[in-house]
């Protein structure tokens, strides 16, 4: 048995089952199993929640110059939009995200972070931006306004040719 020196509280809820009278029914379900880690650091939790609510928005379509759910969304405005809910504020134009926030070594990369991309026909000037919802370096996925066949908020790979070729750097803009 391990001992560790950081004590890890859990809260559980048990599941319990009601059992219906002798006719043999199925039982009904009253109470879900939930976990939580006390010890989780109040940063990651606000990473989490980012990818959480970014993520309520999949499928919302893309709209040039766009920065509302209802309407549609260009990448710096679903970017724009998701920290907007978390006080942080961000610029409206992806070019305006080439000289903000701590740049990242991909092996720096957490949730939450930005990844800023060149421009799909100038390799010269920011184009195009996301937020990084699983970090793994070079092969991190993160979610985005696309303006390509899906024409949609989605979630895409790094490590695709299409965006390695075109990445410029990943940033922290939580400034911690």
């Given at each position: 048995m391990k001992l560790y020196k950081t004590p890890v509280f859990f809260i559980l809820t048990?599941?319990?089952?009601?059992?219906?009278?002798?006719h043999k029914t199925k039982p009904n379900k009253v109470d879900e199993v939930t976990i939580i880690d006390t010890n989780k650091q109040p940063e990651q939790t606000k990473r989490e929640e980012i990818i959480a609510y970014a993520k309520k928005y999949m499928g919302t379509k893309y709209c040039y110059a766009g920065g509302d759910p209802k309407t549609g969304f260009d990448c710096s405005g679903f970017v724009n939009f998701v920290?907007?809910?978390?006080?942080?504020?961000?610029?409206?134009s992806s070019s305006g995200f080439a000289t903000i926030g701590r740049t990242l070594k991909p092996e720096e990369f957490r949730i939450g972070d930005i990844l800023v991309f060149y421009g799909y026909k100038d390799n010269k000037s920011v184009g195009h931006v996301g937020i990084i919802c699983e970090a793994n370096g070079m092969k991190s996925k993160f979610i985005h306004s696309s303006s390509g066949k899906e024409?949609?908020?989605?979630?895409?790979?790094?490590?695709?040719?299409?965006?390695?070729?075109?990445?410029?750097?990943?940033?922290n803009v939580l400034g911690e």
């Open positions: 048990a599941t319990f089952f009601v059992f219906c009278d002798q920290y907007k809910n978390f006080d942080v504020d961000l610029p409206r024409m949609a908020v989605i979630i895409s790979e790094l490590g695709s040719d299409q965006y390695t070729k075109r990445f410029y750097k990943g940033i």
